[in-house]
């Protein structure tokens, strides 16, 4: 029949090769697997970033670790030689805090030198920081022990030295406070575990150092571990009083007690051709206990005056003890004590 024959102007679509599919697959998988292989690379540097960066902090913390321990000797070995000097002369006291100064020259430099990575910035700069404060300290010791040792500006240089004890107390806070913490913040942020940095305390006890009478009294000690200076030494009790009446030794002298606490003025000179150092005056009250003051420094023919209170305050009559401590060298002490009888009134 005519109408079941095929129109002559249309063709039948051939089927779907599968070889075609095959490909688009293959395709697929290719870029599946690439997509898979960026991903590992890209972890991989992540991975490499991380572990260097690790390292990285956890090299700074030792080596910040090994200067402070350096650091900690340097201050032991100065305090103690500062404390008790033994036989050191003056010329090798001197030479051995030129060398403590060096060896914190050198700290500083090492410190300057990190290379502070992550987030270590600021902790790094409060350690430059409290290394240039100690380094800048010992420098200025440096400069003005042999002074401070001799005879001429030994009081000021003195005075110099013991400005320096609160620089050192100083870095030590700024260490405490800032740069410990840092340090420890930065590694737990970045999940390192094990790694510190030390405690560092360079000045060892801020009550005795930060006391311009008590470095006075080791630098003495130390002018006095080589023996004394040459020339004459010396000093001589010239005066004392009660409330500024003037005693009269190996007689009775009529005080009037007012109502603050009675205090004994004992006048010093020193007598000899050098300065003195640490110079320690006595008072001692019949059937009491004595009582120390310390004069930091008397100067060649100077003279200084030292205030004792009375406590508690005496009554009636009593008699008074005072002794200026004879100094290395000195020959002649009989002018350096008197007795005194006082009546309280």
Known sequence: MEGSAASPGRRRRPPRRPERQQIVLRRALALGAGLLVLILI???????????????????????????????????????????????S??????????????????????DGLDAPGD????????????DLRSSAMTEVAEQISTALGDVG??????????QMKKLLASDVIYAAVVRPEVKRVL????????????SVFLPDETKWLDEDSVSTSLAAISGGGGETSGVHGLGLLGTSVNGTTLVADATTAVALEEETPEVEVEVQNQGESTENAVTVSVTEAGGATVDQT????????????????????????TLEVEVQPVAGEQVTSNNEATYTVEFE
């Open 188 to 199: 737990a942020d970045n999940g390192i575990d094990g790694e510190d940095i030390p405690e």
């Open 154 to 163: 030994a009081e000021k240089a003195t005075t110099a030295i013991a400005l």
């Open 90 to 111: 003056v010329t090798e006291f001197v030479a051995e805090v030129n060398a403590d100064r060096s060896a914190m020259d050198n700290y500083e430099s090492r410190i």
């Open 295 to 318: 004069i930091s420094s008397v100067g060649a023919t100077e003279t200084q005056t030292v205030a004792i209170p009375l406590v508690p305050s005496p009554t009636g009559t009593t």
């Open 120 to 131: 270590m910035g600021r902790a790094q700069d409060a350690l430059e920081l409290t290394y």
């Open 42 to 88: 890209v972890l991989g540097v992540k991975g490499c970033l991380n572990a260097r960066k690790h390292r990285a902090l956890s090299d700074y913390a030792r080596n910040v670790t090994q200067i402070v321990e350096e650091t900690k000797q340097t201050s032991k070995g100065f305090f103690e030689k500062l404390d008790d000097p033994g036989q050191l």
